[in-house]
């Protein structure tokens, strides 16, 4: 008789671990399927961040018309001091946001907008005497912009 007890613990012993194995590994897939929706809502936040405060620094260029040659067109700085200083701060605010952009990207693992978002600071870059001038004279201010600089 007690070989047929110990038997029946052994046989519920064994379907106790075979079940605690399978709970576990429900419990890690559902943990893993929250990791990646935390990590989805996490680029898309960075992304609406990244474009919030764009958003910001073209309104400011709406209000300043002509403005936003110095930043796509290729113009370099106005002569005018006044002038000058308005869009060397409104180049400060989009190198801020660029610069932000591309650390935050950096950090979400699964960003599909941080491609792009480099992508647009290298054209910004590119087209605009009044970016690469402020970045190359303040490096240390926005460190990952210097990088994305064309040669020159």
Same mark, same amino acid.
């Given at each position: 008789?007690?070989?047929?007890?110990?038997?029946?613990?052994?046989?519920?012993?064994?379907v106790v671990?075979?079940?605690?194995?399978?709970?576990?590994?429900?419990?890690?897939?559902?943990?893993?399927?929250?990791?990646?929706?935390?990590?989805?809502?996490?680029?898309?936040?960075?992304?609406?961040?990244?474009?919030?405060?764009l958003?910001?620094?073209?309104?400011?260029?709406?209000?300043? *018309?002509?403005?936003?040659?110095?930043?796509?067109?290729?113009k !370099?700085? !106005?002569?005018?001091?006044?002038?000058?200083?308005?869009?060397?701060?409104?180049?400060?605010?989009?190198?801020?946001?660029?610069?932000s952009?591309?650390?935050?990207?950096?950090?979400? !693992?699964?960003?599909?907008?941080?491609? *792009?978002?480099?992508?647009?600071?290298?054209?910004?870059?590119?087209?605009? !005497?009044?970016?690469?001038?402020?970045?190359?004279?303040? *490096?240390?201010?926005? *460190?990952p912009?210097?990088?994305?600089?064309?040669?020159?």
């Open positions: 008789m007690a070989d047929v007890v110990s038997a029946f613990v052994a046989a519920i012993a064994l671990s075979v079940w605690s194995v399978l709970y576990a590994a429900r419990q890690t897939k559902a943990a893993a399927e929250q990791a990646g929706i935390s990590n989805t809502v996490a680029s898309i936040s960075a992304n609406d961040m990244a474009l919030r405060a958003r910001e620094v073209h309104l400011l260029m709406l209000e300043r *018309p002509g403005s936003r040659a110095y930043f796509y067109g290729g !370099p700085l !106005p002569e005018h001091q006044d002038e000058r200083d308005a869009i060397t701060t409104i180049a400060e605010l989009l190198a801020d946001v660029m610069s952009g591309l650390l935050v990207h950096a950090e979400v !693992p699964d960003s599909k907008s941080a491609h *792009p978002w480099s992508d647009y600071c290298r054209h910004t870059l590119a087209n605009s !005497p009044v970016m690469r001038d402020l970045v190359r004279a303040h *490096p240390a201010w926005w *460190p912009l210097p990088a994305l600089l064309p040669p020159g």
